[in-house]
């Protein structure tokens, strides 16, 4: 039942991660100037000023090259920043769920469902020695119960 619940969790996390990391611009991980650097935005910005230096100050072109140069310098560093704090704050907690969170809440389930089916069976074992037992005391169950019964609880409480 969990399982149903859990892959599909896992699935989405990971391929929604995978989209993210394509729809991405600039390096996965690397530092905030390289980044911007090799955007697009910003070789764009660096042809434009190339172009308006060698154009007349005054002119009209001049003048629209030297805006769009800075406008598009600044919209290649809102773009780095906008794709470093999406990096943090989304694909690296989406990693980190497909990758290790998941993956440890099934290992815990599939543990915690041993642990169940001992107790059941130490159980089952416990009755029946109790009924074919006058002595009504299980001794011959009662080490083993009691194991069994810490470990559940431990695993419960995680």
């Known amino acids: 039942q969990i399982e149903q619940r859990i892959e599909p969790a896992k699935r989405a996390a990971h391929s929604v ?10 390096q996965c991980g690397s530092e905030m100037d390289k980044r911007v650097k090799k955007l697009p935005l910003m070789a764009l910005s660096a042809t434009m000023a190339e172009s308006f230096k060698e154009l007349d100050t005054e002119s009209s072109l001049g003048k629209a090259l030297e805006m769009g140069c800075c406008i598009q310098s600044l919209l290649a560093k809102i773009l ?21 969170e998941l993956p440890i809440i099934l290992k815990r389930k599939k543990s915690l469902q041993k642990l169940i089916s001992d107790w059941n069976n130490i159980k089952c074992r416990l009755n029946q020695a109790a009924k074919s037992s006058s002595n009504s005391s299980g001794a011959g169950a009662g080490p ?7 470990k559940l609880e431990i695993l419960k409480e995680e």
């Open 17 to 26: 991660s995978k989209r993210l990391q394509a729809c991405l611009q600039g």
């Open 80 to 100: 780095a920043e906008f794709e470093i704090t999406l990096e943090r704050d989304v694909l690296q907690p989406l990693n980190k769920l497909s990758e290790e």
């Open 144 to 150: 083993g119960a009691s194991s069994a019964a810490n």
